[in-house]
């Protein structure tokens, strides 16, 4: 950062500086910004995207509104496709993209933070007209990676300040309100089922609504890529087991509830009364395990097509502010 | 076709007939036929498209073999993507494309005959190297719909006389061999619950399978789309006590079996005597409602990894005969 405000100082960076610094012609750096990349090889692609990020250029209004040829083809980064969450959310996103005549295509970032970069260069350097991300990486992450000027939505990640539309949903609300119903029953202890903490902030956010209920509580973390079923479901018997307090297991992925909670009623450990269950739940699938336990279900799909009508709102070049848009889950 | 004959005869089409009917340049229809696409209206992509298929326009080797730009991307149309057997499919062709410098993008056909049709118009119009296709369309439509020259692979159907590889899983061998253990066992009546069998020729296969050992069945066909889980659960009830013969229940689809084979056991309907289940399983996660069951699991990430395999053989050139590989089940 430093030598880049050493070398520039706070001149205007051109894009013909662009154009020097990367050997190539300014057509070639506008063709670039404008999205035209069939013609041009990876590398002269890499070498522009390079020179934009030494130089720290920004394109000029004028630059963005050449006329671009639009593919109609709008990529979404999904986290991980294997979730029924980020699917029914594509569903959603392409409904309301098809409308208006465009089309859906997914990535698969696979809970991988070093893969969803590579995807967004991919997205940045081909033919997209817009990006729509379930991102993990960080804002900054994402802004040096999409060099391309192009409309981007963030669906389902809540960020702090964010430079782009957001989709979201009451994460911390609906887990807050879910415990208050069980504490008001008399739990005073949760053993929480998630996977990695520190991958997104949506799971952070369900976290910190529990907490702000009933304080007492085991985290039980889940690897999304390779777990012994059978140990996992070892430590929540030994968690339930441990303590005489009222407890509810709180899961904060469907997953979690379809792959432990099953056996769990079999061994009769859970009576609603001592041991009780709920968490979010996207497909219904959980609920054809037990019909009393009450669930938070979210609305993938909804999610989908609000994100999918912001999209399109930016390509028809409507102007739109970086809003946050909240779908609230429901309880119970 | 009648008419075709009656124009053009049997006598060679060139590709300047497909530009004089299209009113195009001879530049333009190769340009087509290379999936250099980008420069090139949707319009007019669909003109040259139209004057290929009324000419009956076959290109040559030396069109055919013109330098083609790479985009680098292969894209996937699955059947339907709220099915772990498509999403972890694509994550397995992923990973083999990916060892070769392809990404692999995925196309939604949500078990919709039109839709997939319209995808793989959008698929044959813009810069993909290649496409995997999960088809529900015939082979004669997929022909007249992906005009431009491409490698071409199908993953999980299995196709009479397919004119591309193809890569299946022994649906007819493993849901007989399942059957017959039942049969051994004394049961001697099945309730088979599926998707709409018309639709899928690989629910099909495992139909006859089961068929050709117990033809006493009952076939419960539920649609994906919608259903009322509460008639379905009553009809499968009313079902199993409908007869005093030793019942399986067979499960085409994971999803059938996690949606309602619970409740049966809470029910006590299931005992493993009178009443057994089994049924494809793709995630493991039935296996989590009763450990006893015995179940059918495919290997889609193998399929998935099979068939990007034989999608980078292609895109390198190297010859591929319409081969047919068969990624195995296992029961038990």
């Given at each position: 950062m430093e030598k880049k405000s050493q070398k520039h100082g706070n001149s205007v960076v051109k894009m013909r500086d662009v154009a020097a610094l990367a050997d190539v012609s300014i057509a070639t750096v506008s063709r670039y910004l404008n999205g035209n990349?069939?013609?041009?090889?990876t590398e002269t692609a890499n070498r522009v995207a390079d020179a934009i990020d030494k130089l720290n250029y920004v394109p000029n209004s004028a630059a963005r509104q050449m006329v671009k040829k639009s593919s109609g083809l709008v990529a979404v980064i999904a986290g991980?496709?294997?979730d029924f969450f980020s699917t029914e959310m594509f569903k959603g996103i392409n409904a309301m993209l098809e409308s208006k005549g465009y089309v859906g295509v997914l990535f698969d970032s696979n809970s991988d933070l070093d893969r969803e970069k590579r995807l967004m260069q991919i997205v940045s350097n081909q033919i997209f007209d817009g990006a729509i991300l379930q991102p993990y990486n960080a804002v900054s992450v994402i802004q040096d990676t999409i060099k391309r000027p192009m409309p981007i939505v963030i669906a389902d990640r809540e960020i702090e300040q964010s430079p782009w539309p957001q989709i979201v949903t009451n994460n911390y609300e609906i887990a807050r309100q879910a415990t208050q119903y069980y504490k008001d029953k008399g739990f005073k202890r949760v053993i929480m089922i998630t996977?990695?903490?520190?991958?997104a902030a949506n799971r952070r956010d369900r976290y910190y609504g529990i907490q702000s209920v009933i304080n007492n509580i085991d985290v039980l973390e889940v690897s999304e890529k390779s777990y012994n079923h059978k140990k996992v479901l070892q430590q929540l018997v030994t968690l339930i087991n441990g303590s005489q307090e009222d407890t509810l297991i709180f899961a904060l992925k469907e997953r979690w509830l379809t792959e432990f909670i099953p056996r769990l009623f079999y061994k009769g450990l859970?009576?609603?009364?001592?041991v009780a269950v709920t968490g979010f739940s996207?497909?219904?699938?959980?609920?054809?395990?037990?019909?009393?336990t009450k669930l938070i279900s979210q609305d993938p799909y909804l999610i989908g097509a609000d994100s999918g009508e912001v999209m399109v709102n930016l390509l028809e070049g409507k102007k739109q502010e970086p809003e946050k848009i909240i779908v609230p889950a429901k309880f119970g």
């Open positions: 990349l069939d013609r041009m090889s991980n496709i294997d996977s990695s903490l520190t991958m859970i009576d609603d009364k001592h996207d497909t219904g699938t959980a609920q054809y395990i037990d019909p009393k």
